[in-house]
């Protein structure tokens, strides 16, 4: 693995490492990190920092889905054009191309299931070459970027005679 | 009415308990108590080597295996130590798998030491060779290691400990709990003292792939002329995060092993067969697992390692382990009194060095299987701690 892909992996697993942290782990000086980190941010490679929420947590309304959606692709653009367009949404947290039975994977999060539904009435699928769409909200949260929800581990190691 | 105190033995009823304990039962009943003194890794046991036990648990491979283990683990085994280090052993006869590395250090002393016989023990170390040694009817000999010499077991003091009733010398590196690392001209020095003599080596490199240095990991074994006197015990705990597992192994010369494999044999049957299984996989597939949490150590160890020298304690640089072992004679009596007053006043629970021999006084052990936060939390109260006293 080289130190681009190590820095990567590090910043992946809690973006809160410093550079001297990293640096101190893969055996590189901080600056060759800071330097790493700094071309990923250039070229797109790092495109943000963001907490791991878990709203269940507050006493924020808010509701999430998933929408499939099927798409005629267009000419010279595919699946592109439409994608785009999804993705201007703020609403939309994210957009997938998909093999199988439908195209695209977008993800929601709004108010309340009927806000959510609406939209994707309102906004979705009446966007040019969507043909179809099917809406599942989220009832509950069990993992997301390879965190479990709701277990807190405790440190269960036991002080042995060492 | 039973006599209890008249079936032990003295040599049972001697046995020194762990003074330890107490630091950590008082830290369990505080609720904003921080640990720092657990030998184990906080990683999980990585995923796949899970799912070779539950594959195996499927398929019902729950029996019994041969007395040295599995033959495709022995083999595992043999390629890892000829991978790793160059070494070469015969899976039929030289490699035993044991339940976990303890198992292995306690047939080994069991195999060669009788009554009277010597054992040389290096510290601060582990706990268990003396105690273990007294069982086997032997009589531990201390050699002393100190800060100044980076905790390295010096040539000299072996040659003066030797007498004729030595057979066993202990090879704690790398150390816990100083994280003090033996490199080859190292011990080279020893082996120049061992050459003409009929010492055996028990090479305890359970902790060996956590190794910080530029060089690469290096068994006593390797050193020119010392592979037929020394038996190299490893394991699958710390490298892999398999404690709880029980799995170990030892590789030596065949005449000693056979003896192992008895004791073994009769004591234990076979290392648990699913943990076998589990092995195996972490042989093949564990390269990358091995080095994400070397990396993550690594981060740690230098976390501390600043941290302590930004509050000008002094702390020696280990090289291997997950350890630091901070001098701390400047803040308290002894070790045990700083335990008492930093875990009274600041809630944090460490471990007093002199708990893994008297060379370890004036230090504490501070393990760094703890992630980050943990530590960064440890070493705010330390550093408010530190304060107050001076």
Not at chain 1, 74 to 92: L, M, P, T
Not at chain 2, 244 to 258: N, S, T
């Amino acid at each position: 693995m080289n130190i681009k892909e190590k820095v990567l992996r590090f910043l992946e697993t809690d973006c809160r490492y410093t550079a001297k942290n990293i640096a101190d782990a893969i055996d590189a000086t901080e600056q060759e990190v800071v330097d790493v980190i700094a071309g990923c941010i250039d070229d797109g490679t790092i495109l943000g920092y963001k907490a791991l929420v878990n709203w269940d947590k507050t006493d924020r309304e808010y509701v999430s889905a998933m929408i499939e959606i099927k798409v005629q692709p267009e000419k010279g653009e595919g699946f592109d054009s439409v994608a785009r367009k999804i993705c201007a949404f703020e609403e939309v947290v994210s957009v997938f191309l998909m093999s199988g039975g439908f195209d695209l994977t977008v993800m929601l999060e709004g108010k309340s299931m009927r806000e959510v539904a609406l939209f994707v009435v309102e906004k979705l699928a009446v966007i040019d070459g969507v043909t179809g769409t099917a809406t599942h909200f989220v009832l509950n949260k069990y993992k997301d970027k390879g965190i479990i929800f709701d277990e807190r581990e405790k440190d269960t190691r036991v002080m042995t005679e060492f | 009415m039973m006599d209890y105190e008249r079936l032990l033995t003295d040599t049972a009823r001697n046995l020194k308990p762990s003074g330890i304990r107490k630091f950590f039962d008082v830290a369990e009943k505080l609720p904003d108590a921080i640990a720092l003194g657990v030998g184990e890794p906080d990683f999980k046991t990585p995923w796949h080597i899970r799912q070779a036990a539950i594959d195996a648990l499927s398929k019902g491979q729950t029996r019994y295996s041969s007395n040295a283990g599995l033959m495709p683990l022995r083999e595992e085994i043999a390629r890892y130590m000829e991978r790793r280090f160059t070494l070469k052993y015969d899976p039929e006869s030289e490699v035993v798998v044991t339940v976990g590395g303890s198992e292995a250090i306690d047939n080994i002393i069991r195999s060669v030491i009788s009554i009277g016989d010597e054992v040389l023990i290096p510290e601060p170390s582990f706990v268990c060779y003396a105690p273990l040694t007294e069982l086997a009817g032997g009589t531990p000999v201390i050699l002393p290691t100190y800060e100044k010499d980076g905790f390295k077991l010096m040539p000299e003091i072996v040659k003066n400990a030797i007498t004729e009733k030595t057979k066993l010398l202990i090879m704690p590196y790398p150390n816990n709990p100083t994280g003090a690392l033996m490199e080859k001209e190292d011990y080279e020095k020893i082996a120049a003292v061992l050459k003409d003599t009929n010492i055996l080596v028990l090479s305890d490199e359970i902790y060996i792939e956590l190794n910080y240095s530029k060089s690469k990991p290096f068994s006593f074994a390797q050193t020119e002329g010392m592979f037929d006197r020394t038996i190299v015990v490893n394991g699958f705990s710390k490298t892999y995060a398999m404690t709880g597992w029980r799995i170990g192994f030892a590789c030596g010369p065949k005449q000693i092993m056979k003896s192992v494999l008895k004791i073994h044999q009769y004591g234990i049957m076979c290392a648990p067969t699913v943990s076998q299984y589990a092995a195996i996989e972490a042989l093949k597939n564990g390269d990358d697992d091995i080095e994400h949490m070397r990396e993550n150590y690594n981060m740690r160890r230098r976390f501390l390692l600043d941290a302590f020298e930004s509050m000008s304690v002094p702390c020696f640089e280990p090289k291997g382990a997950f350890y630091v072992f901070p001098n701390i004679s400047a803040f308290a009596e002894n070790s045990e009194a700083f335990c008492n007053d930093f875990l009274e006043k600041a809630h944090v629970a460490v471990v007093p060095g002199n708990a893994f021999g008297d060379s370890g006084e004036g230090f504490i052990r501070i393990s760094y299987a703890y992630s980050l936060d943990h530590l960064k939390k440890a070493v705010d109260r330390f550093e408010k701690y530190i304060k107050k006293q001076s």
